[in-house]
């Protein structure tokens, strides 16, 4: 039997559907083209859903690791389409079971954890990229986004900020939307 708090998470992510379409989030797909990666380069897809920015990401990169904590995201086997990637279940919030430096770009879409930035610098490596888009902040979606300034606030020590657009929402406009293109120090 799973924990209660568990039981909860797991319950309000598995109801996150299929996307309409499979359309790559278009943010990702100008960003990544302008990048210039390393040959042989390694992608992380952080709560990959159902693979729509894998598959734009497994174009880029020799290899993309797709990782979700519902195993329903594979469900459909979607992964299977495109031979340079690799799916893993693992849980963001915990520390990632990936080698420091492993990845030339970590990318997350319409996700976020309090650890979450945290979890993943490790696994970056130097000049690496780190691509962010939030889910947007409609109705009670501020609820579930970052707080104003906590993204730059994670990521400033550690890396080159190439593009940043932060949006305050909610109430009392104290959470924000965010996307952010970081690359890296060396
Ligand atoms: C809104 S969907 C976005 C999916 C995909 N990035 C996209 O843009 O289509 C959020 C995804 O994050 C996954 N997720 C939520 N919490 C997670 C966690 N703690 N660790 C790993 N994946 C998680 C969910 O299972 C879901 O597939």
């Known amino acids: ?63 993309v690791i797709a990782a979700d904590f519902s195993y329903k995201s594979f469900s459909d086997l979607w992964h299977l389409n495109c031979k340079n990637i690799h799916p893993v279940i693992l849980d963001c ?44 902040g409609n109705g009670e979606n501020w609820r579930d986004l970052s707080l104003s300034g906590e993204v730059k606030r994670l990521l400033e020590k550690q890396f080159i900020i190439k593009y940043y657009l932060e949006r305050p929402v909610g109430p009392h406009k104290k959470n924000a939307t965010v996307k952010v293109v970081a690359q890296k120090k060396t």
Not at 26 to 42: C, D, H, M, T, V
């Open 1 to 63: 039997m799973l924990r209660g708090g568990v039981s909860l998470i797991i319950e309000k992510y598995s109801r996150h559907k299929k996307p309409i379409s499979n359309e790559p989030s278009s943010f990702l797909a100008r960003e990544i083209s302008g990048l210039n990666l390393p040959k042989g380069s390694l992608a992380l897809d952080l709560g990959c859903g159902y693979g729509r920015n894998s598959v734009l990401l497994s174009r880029h990169f020799a290899n």
């Open 93 to 136: 919030r915990q520390t990632l079971p990936f080698l420091n430096n492993a990845f030339s770009a970590v990318i997350v879409i319409h996700l976020y954890h309090e650890n979450l930035i945290v979890n993943l610098i490790d696994a970056i490596q130097p000049e690496g990229f780190f691509i962010y888009e939030s889910i947007a």
